[in-house]
């Protein structure tokens, strides 16, 4: 006997005599599903956190040097090295620091970028607790030493930091720890990166220093910077998001067609108009374009290359002298640009190297001018540490040892030219890492930043210096 369709219709819960189940209303259904989504979310963050993954995402917005040290927040390094810190409510590394100086505490502050904040290593093996260590030792007395390093920071950040966090610790010493490029990077206007969001600083000749924000406020308006902002909560809070950022920073730096979803982010109409440029210049030179091949045209074309090399290798010059310049380029004087207009090519493009040099020397010692001036209005002494560096010491494949045509050693003259007039010291730790075997310098280092071993040999190197200056012997 057949069954028919009402039959088939039948649920097993009716054939047990069981209430048939409601099925639940899209809205429910939808609840539900949200609600297993969160779990899955909080169950995956507890997984991160018991593993210390997504633990890199260090950065919070500010309006006036770009980005600071997020507070109250663990991190996992393992970028270079492996270690676990603690961000307190300053943003420091160090335990237990207080605003106010503990009595008879000497205090030291140092400023720096990524070599100086040091995150690769656990806080006991940085360069920073280790001469806080010895100076205790020799000194017989307690010293703090207090890291405020923070990856990317050029100068004027460092001068801006300064003024508005460092010198309310009130510290006795103040040390400005120098990196390659950070002179440069004063001039660096922000772009797709977080860490390359800075001011600018400019002392042109017959004027004033001159620290312009304006960059960063300009940036913070981006839809890049609107997002970061709405996601602040979740960029302090979550290892989720840490990975994703983790992952995000490194195809920012290294992935092309990335970087052009972060321009269009950062600056969406200037990437909309180079967007339009590039598909007018390929219409042009694809399809308005006619065949020429075979025809007179082409042959006139093509003798008149075969007889013209020295144009031909004159353009070249031009082009490579233009993918030469400086990424970060100051806009010359106007007595210099009429002076170029007039000279050979290879004459005006010295002039105009000269020029941005000296604009950069002029702005780097009056940074440093205002950094120990307004130390002194707290009582506190400044100097300068130029840390030894990879690219100048144990340079690896496909890494530079200029910029603009300068090494790490005329980055340092110029250090040593502009703060000897002023009596600002300068502890030069790049020459003694240079007597090192060259294994031994290879050990200072992991790609770019400083190992254990670097931390412990920059600590030795500059203890007695440090101490000179405490003790009076070496009077900033």
């Not at 013209?308 to 233009?322: F, G, Q």
Request: hydrophobic share 40%.
């Amino acid at each position: 006997m057949s069954t028919t369709i009402k039959e088939r219709e039948i649920t097993n819960e009716q054939r047990v005599g069981l209430p048939a189940k409601k099925r639940d209303s899209w809205p429910v259904l939808l609840g539900k599903i949200l609600v297993w989504q969160v779990l899955a979310i909080l169950f995956v963050e507890l997984a991160l956190f018991a593993a210390g993954l997504g633990e890199e995402e260090i950065f919070k917005l500010d309006p006036q040097v770009g980005f600071k040290h997020m507070s109250n927040k663990r991190i996992t390094w393992r970028s270079e090295g492996l270690a676990t810190s603690y961000l307190d409510q300053h943003g420091l590394r160090e335990p237990n620091v207080t605003l106010a100086k503990p009595a008879g505490t000497y205090r030291i502050a140092l400023l720096g970028d990524s070599l100086t904040e040091s995150l690769q290593v656990p806080w006991e093996q940085s360069f920073s607790y280790g001469i806080q260590k010895n100076l205790q030792d020799r000194l017989g007395k307690p010293v703090q030493v207090l890291n405020f390093g923070t990856s990317g920071y050029a100068t004027a950040q460092e001068y801006l930091q300064l003024k508005s966090d460092v010198l309310a610790f009130k510290p006795d010493l103040v040390l400005l720890c120098y990196n390659t490029r950070d002179c440069f990077e004063n001039w660096s206007p922000p772009d797709e990166v977080l860490t390359n969001v800075r001011p600018a600083a400019l002392h042109l000749p017959g004027g004033k220093l001159v620290v312009d924000t304006s960059p960063v406020t300009l940036w913070m308006r981006s839809p890049r910077a609107r997002m970061l902002k709405n996601f602040e909560f979740f960029r302090q809070h979550s290892r989720l998001w840490g990975l994703l950022a983790a992952a995000e920073l490194d195809l920012s730096m290294h992935n092309e067609t990335y970087k052009r979803v972060l321009f269009f982010l950062t600056k969406p109409g200037k990437a909309l108009r180079q967007a339009g440029n590039e598909i007018n210049a390929w219409i042009k030179a694809n399809v308005n374009a006619p065949a020429q091949s075979g025809t007179k045209l082409a042959a006139e074309a093509k003798s008149a290359a075969e007889v013209k090399p020295v144009a031909r290798a004159e353009s070249s010059v031009e082009a490579n002298s233009v993918e030469k310049k400086p990424a970060v380029e100051a806009k010359p004087l106007a007595e210099a640009e009429s002076a170029a207009a007039v000279k050979p090519a290879a004459t005006a493009a010295n002039d105009g190297a000269s020029t941005y040099r000296a604009l950069v020397e002029r702005t780097l010692g009056s940074l440093l001018l205002e950094m120990k001036n307004e130390s002194a209005k707290t009582g506190a002494k400044f100097g300068v540490v130029a840390l030894p560096v990879r690219s100048a010491l144990s340079i690896r494949q496909g890494m530079e040892d200029k910029f603009c045509d300068m090494s790490y050693a005329d980055e340092l003259n110029m250090l040593n030219k502009v703060s000897q007039p002023n009596n600002i010291p300068v502890i030069n730790l790049q020459d003694p890492a240079k007597q090192l075997s060259d294994q031994e310098k290879d050990y200072l280092f992991y790609l770019v930043h400083l190992t254990p071993r670097g931390h412990k040999f920059v600590a030795s190197q500059l203890t007695p210096a440090v101490e000179r200056i405490v003790t009076g012997k070496e009077t900033p």
